[in-house]
Structures are given as structure tokens and as C-alpha cells.
């Protein structure tokens, strides 16, 4: 008879935010995969779990996958985990488990904490319809063809962003439709988390003046309305485009730099023509 194949939800930061029956999974398992065993290791340390880790990622899931299933063909139970939080979310899996499926192999999930949901609950963003996708493309064109293609739909989008990455994402949003409302998160559940909820022209303008970029960032993005499309200013002279985003708060400098992003224009150029009209 074969083993199962196990999905364990691990806790995205807290170490307490894990259930019993994860525990317990782990600890009666015969091998845990993970992502990186370090960091997997302190999870059964603490928790006094002496069962064998594995590496299972992105690089190697094609290598080992036939071995992980003669394992399970053998009677073997397996639990599969990620770094932090839900495994086959935004993390390797997904073709063990259909792998496994295909040879008969039972798969049962242990659900726990996720990174995408738990920062749309403290997003203040609507949470009534949502749709998550995961890391955008890293090549600009593509990243902004996704942007637009997911900023049209009137659902909340959940992405999940580097540190490194984050503040150009927020400039291709802004660029889409400056008006957008959207929620940064970071460090959950841990000591300093953070999340920070407003438009997203002005979570730029916190970033420059020092949003701490450490750990990876949920993105939660409010569903199109109708009202915020992307040339929303396209009859606005620039000084109008320019004094709307005054009135919203930002300083001349930074309201300058966001019409420039809306216009694809060089700020020079927008502060030139704002100055022009405005004598």
C-alpha cells in the first residue's frame, strides 16, 4: 500500500502560528521536503521534530520528483513544505502533485497560514471578490502588460513582490492609474510588521522617505470602479494635472514627478510646462 503525500501549511513569520495537526504531521512523517533546509530546521527544532529533512525547490523538482514517488509507491509518508506559509503557492509542488495523483498516491493538505490572504484581511481593500497571481514577470514590458491587464478587472489583486523590485512595481501601478488605492505589507505576523494602505502615489512618496525595504512584500491592489481608468487626466492641461494632485496632498516636487509618470514625460519637461502656465 502506498504512503501519502502530505501538503503542510508552515507559519509565514510567528512560529507559533502552526496547528497541532501540522505538528503532528511533520513529526509522523517518514521524510519532509522543503525549499531550504535551514530554514526549515529551525521550524523542527523548535518543535522537537527529528524527522529527516529533504530538498525539494525550483532547481531540482525535475531530478528528484521520480524518486519522492517511489518513495510514497513504497509506503512512505511524505510531507511537503515551504519556506513560509502554504506550499504550491507561489512555491514548488504542483507537479508532484499531479504526479502523485496519476500513480493513485492519496494526497492530503494540513491548511495553515498564507502570506496573500493574511494581508488582504488587514488591507482595508476589499475582500468580497480577489484574485491572486503570484510574482509578476521581471522584464518591464511584461510586468507592465500584467499590470494592465489585472488593474481592468473590478476585483482586488494580491501579488506578491521582491524588496528589491518593490518600488518600480509601485511606479508601474502608478503609472496605470495613480488614483488606484492599494496596500503594501511586509514582515508578517512578525515583531515589525508593517502595512501601509493608501494611493498609491502616496506610498511612494513614504518609500522615498523611508519605508524599510527588508522581506518580502504582499501588494494588494483595489478592483478597477470605472472611476479610475488609466488616461483618467487626458483632458486636464498639465497645471490642472499637476494642482489635482497638489490638492490630494502631495508637494509641487512629488506631484511634478507622478504627472510626469501619467504622461511618460521627463519631469523637466512637466516642470517646465507647469511653470509656464502658471506665471
Not at 503532528?24 to 523542527?44: G, H, N, S, Y
Request: glycine share 6%; net charge negative; charged share 30%.
Amino acid at each position: 500500500m502506498s504512503g501519502i503525500l502530505y501538503l503542510v501549511g508552515t507559519p509565514i513569520g510567528n512560529l507559533e502560528d502552526i496547528t497541532f495537526r501540522a505538528v503532528r504531521m511533520l513529526k509522523e512523517a517518514d521524510i519532509i521536503l522543503c525549499e531550504d533546509t535551514r530554514v526549515t530546521k529551525k521550524l523542527v527544532m523548535h518543535y522537537e521534530i527529528d524527522t529527516p529533512l529533504k530538498s525539494y525547490h525550483e532547481h531540482n523538482k525535475d531530478q528528484v520528483t521520480d524518486y519522492i514517488i517511489d518513495l510514497l509507491l513504497e509506503g512512505n509518508h511524505i510531507a511537503l513544505v515551504s519556506d513560509a506559509g502554504l506550499p504550491l503557492i507561489s512555491d514548488p509542488g504542483y507537479e508532484l502533485v499531479v504526479v502523485a495523483r496519476e500513480k493513485g498516491i492519496k494526497v492530503e493538505t494540513v491548511p495553515g497560514a498564507n502570506a496573500a490572504l493574511t494581508a488582504l484581511m488587514t488591507s482595508g481593500i476589499s475582500s468580497y471578490s480577489f484574485l491572486f497571481d503570484g510574482f509578476l514577470p521581471r522584464k518591464d514590458s511584461e510586468k507592465k502588460e500584467r499590470l494592465v491587464s489585472l488593474m481592468a478587472l473590478p476585483h482586488t489583486v494580491i501579488i506578491y513582490e521582491s524588496p528589491f523590485r518593490v518600488k518600480h512595481t509601485l511606479e508601474v501601478i502608478a503609472k496605470i492609474d495613480s488614483t488606484r488605492k492599494i496596500s503594501i505589507a511586509r514582515e508578517l505576523t512578525k515583531k515589525f510588521e508593517q502595512v501601509e494602505t493608501d494611493f498609491v502615489m502616496h506610498l511612494l512618496e513614504r518609500l522615498d522617505k523611508g519605508i524599510n525595504l527588508k522581506g518580502e512584500f504582499v501588494i494588494v491592489i483595489e478592483g478597477s470602479t470605472g472611476e479610475n481608468n488609466v488616461n483618467w487626466w487626458s483632458e486636464m492641461t498639465v497645471e490642472d494635472h499637476v494642482n489635482h494632485y497638489v490638492k490630494e496632498g502631495l508637494r509641487n516636487k512629488e506631484a511634478i514627478k507622478q504627472v510626469a509618470l501619467d504622461r511618460d514625460m521627463k519631469k523637466n519637461e512637466v516642470y517646465q510646462m507647469y511653470h509656464v502656465d502658471t506665471k
